[in-house]
């Protein structure tokens, strides 16, 4: 990772660090359907998916441990799985 990367890398991890499972759930959501891509985006991702396995939450129906799919917002249950929304 560049130095700008890594930079946008570690403020986004300590930004999400402090919120709840939900609201990371919802910072998902808002990506939903999102095509711009740039450095700062890349990083944003990466962290997101980085905040997630940190939290052990189980994200096999949106992804894998090399990416994740942001076409369908989704939600977490009490045991930490995320289903997708199709409806929503």
């Known amino acids: 990772m560049s ?3 890594n930079k946008y890398f570690e403020e986004y ?7 709840t499972d939900e ?5 998902f959501n808002k990506e939903v359907g999102n095509p711009g891509w740039g450095t ?3 990083a944003f991702l990466c962290s997101l998916h980085c905040e997630l ?3 052990h939450i189980e994200y096999s129906s949106i992804g894998n441990k090399d990416c994740l799919c942001f076409k369908y ?3 977490i ?4 799985k995320i289903t997708i929304q199709i409806n929503a």
């Open 3 to 5: 130095t700008n990367t």
């Open 13 to 19: 991890q300590e930004c999400f660090f402090s919120k």
């Open 23 to 27: 609201e990371i759930i919802t910072v």
């Open 40 to 42: 700062a985006r890349a």
């Open 53 to 55: 396995d940190r939290r």
């Open 73 to 75: 917002p989704i939600q």
């Open 77 to 80: 249950d009490e045991n930490k």
